[in-house]
């Protein structure tokens, strides 16, 4: 529904002073479906994203100035690790990935991977001298503030406030449903559950924008459709699955936001017993929007899984989302997005934006200002500001890298802000 009768109005009648206030009242009122998905620990891709994370922790423990790029495949009966590292860790491949497949619940052949038996195949080689030379060097240079970014690149952040997470709706109803989905398989409420799992929802929203200043605001008003497809064992009947499934959106999703036109599609290929890297081939870093925001706000393309805090891919996307948590939570906006860019081997960032889609408190000019003056960018003092040389990352490769209430997500506690004298909020 698009309406435009008050500015029709206002340009229909002779000049009057009351012409101005009539045009900032029109305003556009715009409904859409946006749907965002997530996945389970036990899809293949997740799988990897864990095994490269947990070698990483395990780099971290022992060594705080590792340098991580970790890579995971899988398929069949195997799973191959492989990229460049330089530690004084002494890692233990079989006991570090073994494990990491184990929590995950590939226990047995039949759910697509054993963790006892499969054939564990490494090929990892120590960082690029090209790379440490520019990047990080030796001595002093490997933890000061002249730190290079470890590679070029464009980092994004996004927050909104349509949800006590500062996330996107649709995203967090999609991980919330894949949360509980994992929640009954470990608690075996559930008995055919195995671990391989993939949710989507699609929420409908409202937008309305306002003809001065082009104000805008966002918010979602019901659930289009909700989709759930669960690993399962042989004996589960289809009729077995999708109640339990229906049960697992009625206890997620809230009554208030589903109606009569409300669609569910509950394992609609009627059949998913093989599931995890029997079923597909799984790869690190494959799941980049189910890491972020659902296809919300805008992704570089670069992964986070088996990188340590001096690859930007990761550190500087934590910290853009850190900075547009603040600019939310403290009211400057109802939702913003971040952009950040680097070159390899140069500590400041080659630009910061910042866009509040028509929502902000201040000018997102004065936004930008805000955060220039409240952040330090550089890699130096993302990792220092955010405490990222700890082995806290295996926590974070299933289930999303943003949103988290975990103390180790320290990205996610909002920075009080300064303003800096001179700025003005707008008059709406």
């Not at 184990?102 to 490494?122: A, Q, R, T, V, W």
Request: glycine share 8%; net charge neutral; hydrophobic share 35%.
């Amino acid at each position: 529904v698009i309406i435009f009768s008050l500015l029709l109005l206002a340009d229909s009648l002779p000049p009057s002073p009351a012409l101005p206030y009539l045009r900032e009242m029109a305003q556009e009122v715009t409904r859409f479906l946006f749907s965002s998905e997530h996945v389970g620990a036990g899809h293949p891709d997740k799988l990897c994203d864990a095994v490269s994370d947990a070698v990483l922790d395990a780099c971290l423990a022992k060594d705080k100035y590792s340098k991580v790029a970790c890579e995971t495949a899988s398929k069949t009966g195997m799973v191959l690790v492989f990229g460049e590292i330089t530690t004084q860790a002494q890692l233990d491949y079989q006991t570090i990935v073994r494990n990491a497949v184990k929590e995950i619940g590939y226990d047995d052949s039949s759910k697509g991977l054993d963790y006892k038996g499969f054939n564990l195949l490494i090929a990892i080689e120590q960082q690029s001298p090209d790379i440490a030379g520019g990047v990080h060097g030796s001595g002093a240079k490997i933890d000061d503030e002249n730190l290079g970014a470890g590679d070029q690149g464009l980092m994004f952040g996004y927050a909104t406030n349509e949800t006590p997470t500062y996330m996107p709706l649709s995203y967090e109803l999609a991980r919330q449903l894949a949360l509980k989905c994992r929640e009954h398989m470990l608690n075996k409420t559930i008995p055919w559950m195995r671990p391989d799992c993939k949710t989507q929802v699609t929420v409908e929203y409202e937008k309305v924008v306002k003809e001065k200043w082009g104000r805008c605001t966002l918010k979602p008003v019901r659930v289009q459709c909700v989709l759930i497809s669960q690993q399962h064992d042989e004996c589960a009947t289809n009729e077995e699955i999708r109640k339990s499934l229906r049960q697992i959106i009625d206890d997620v999703i809230p009554k208030n936001l589903v109606d009569k036109d409300t669609v569910y599609y509950l394992n609609p290929s009627n059949r998913f017993v093989m599931g995890g890297p029997h079923a597909d081939g799984g790869l690190t870093g494959r799941k980049i929007i189910v890491d972020t925001y659902g296809g919300w706000g805008a992704h570089g393309g670069g992964a986070f899984s088996g990188k340590d805090p001096t690859k930007v891919d990761r550190s500087a996307c934590y910290a853009a989302r850190w900075v547009a948590k603040s600019l939310v939570a403290a009211g400057l906006a109802d939702r913003v997005l971040v952009q950040l860019a680097y070159a390899i081997a140069v500590a400041e960032p080659l630009s910061v934006y910042v866009d509040s889609y028509g929502t902000g408190k201040y000018s997102d000019a004065d936004l930008l200002k805000i955060v220039n003056a409240n952040f330090k960018l550089s890699p130096y003092h993302i990792i220092h500001g955010l405490d990222l040389r700890r082995p806290i990352y295996s926590k974070t490769a299933s289930y999303g890298h943003f949103g988290r209430e975990e103390p180790e997500f320290t990205w996610e506690k909002p920075k009080k802000l300064d303003i800096p004298a001179g700025l003005k909020p707008l008059d709406y």
